[in-house]
Nanobody
Framework: QVSPVESGGGLVQAGDSMRLTCVAS????????MAWFRQAPGKEREFVAA????????DYDDSVKGRFIISRDNDKNTVYLQMNSLKPEDTAVYYC????????????????WGQGTEVTVSS
């Protein structure tokens, strides 16, 4: 079992960069796939990016490909989301989630969730 806690959100301008951090306390972090989802006001929560337990499998939603980079440091029980060239449509609460081993793309596939960190991108 892991307990993710997100940090790093805030207010930025369009075109800026921001890095989100998720520290997952608990045992065997290295055996979990980690993902970032986001939920914009009035919208459903959506998949953003995920990284498998061995970090060999990484995937992104098309809306962030080429702009966002997900990475992990198993020694620190941490996963990162580097967000570049931010757009106003990236404004959302960003959630970190964990599931065993391989990545998934749907909320129900993830067992453990953080409380979220808010990102606001002004135009």
């Amino acid at each position: 079992q892991v307990s993710p806690v997100e940090s790093g959100g805030g207010l930025v301008q369009a075109g800026d960069s921001m890095r989100l951090t998720c520290v997952a306390s608990g045992h065997l972090f290295s055996t979990y796939a980690m993902a970032w989802f986001r939920q914009a006001p009035g919208k459903e929560r959506e998949f953003v990016a995920a990284i498998g337990w061995l970090a060999r499998n990484v995937d992104y939603d098309d809306s962030v490909k080429g702009r966002f980079i997900i990475s992990r440091d198993n020694d620190k029980n941490t996963v990162y989301l580097q967000m570049n060239s931010l757009k106003p449509e990236d404004t959302a609460v960003y959630y970190c989630a964990a599931r065993p081993r391989e990545i998934g793309y749907r909320q129900w596939e993830y067992n453990y969730w953080g409380q979220g960190t808010e990102v606001t991108v002004s135009s």
